[in-house]
């Protein structure tokens, strides 16, 4: 047995030390989320950006097909979506404020101007209010927590099926002869054509009679 066995006090302190701990966790773990959720908006920008590039190419050139069009739309809207889920995570929330050190010193202050530090009845309220707002606050800030990572993880997922369409046009047009899949040569290959004008009936004439 112990011989001097912990007063309540004591054991109200360690769990408010212990919640305190926990708040400070929980914090960080509100960072790291945040930046998560930037580090996605900034992928998704990167490969929208090229994903419209490469849309611009096809529709100048008029080489891509109706499923190709399709495809692209697609992985355009995803990717846009999952930047619209990753901004919403970051979007401001509201939390309940830990216990201030001006509003606890209030409190003691209350407590040693009636005399009442050595009522231990007050003191344990004292605790017993502290805990229940470091309880309240925890509680509030690690409920936005998991609605946060829930936003970014969606995101994430979103974004894995963009860049899954993304990649297949170009994977998908290695393996098919007969898909376009250089719209900028064809493009320049159009206008060579156009500045050389069309052929008239002489030339050709001319043209197949040196060849005999």
């Not at 708040?23 to 900034?42: F, H, M, N, P, V």
């Not at 800030?141 to 990649?167: D, H, P, Y």
Request: hydrophobic share 35%; net charge negative.
């Amino acid at each position: 047995m112990l011989n001097n066995p912990p007063s309540s006090p004591d054991l109200l302190r360690e769990v408010i030390e212990s919640y305190r701990e926990h708040y400070s966790d929980l914090c960080d773990s509100w960072r790291d989320t945040e930046r998560k959720a930037q580090g996605t908006i900034a992928i998704c920008g990167i490969f929208l950006a090229g994903v419209l590039a490469f849309t611009r190419l096809f529709v100048e050139s008029d080489g891509s097909s109706v499923a190709t069009k399709i495809v692209l739309t697609g992985s355009i809207l995803l990717l846009g979506t999952s930047v619209a889920m990753a901004l919403w995570s970051m979007i401001v929330r509201r939390t309940r404020n830990p216990p201030f050190a001006g509003d606890f010193g209030e409190m003691v202050s209350d407590i040693i101007s009636h005399n009442d530090v050595t009522d231990p009845e007050r003191v344990e309220n004292l605790y017993h209010d502290t805990l229940t707002s470091w309880r309240s606050a925890n509680q509030s800030i690690e409920e936005s927590n998991e609605t946060k990572a829930n936003w970014v993880l969606g995101a994430q997922l979103v974004l894995f099926l963009g860049l899954a369409l993304a990649i297949s046009i170009p994977v998908h047009s290695v393996w098919n002869d007969g898909e376009k899949v250089l719209p900028v040569q064809q493009g320049r290959d159009q206008e060579q054509q156009l500045l050389r004008g069309p052929s008239t009936d002489s030339e050709k004439q001319k043209e197949e009679h040196r060849e005999r």
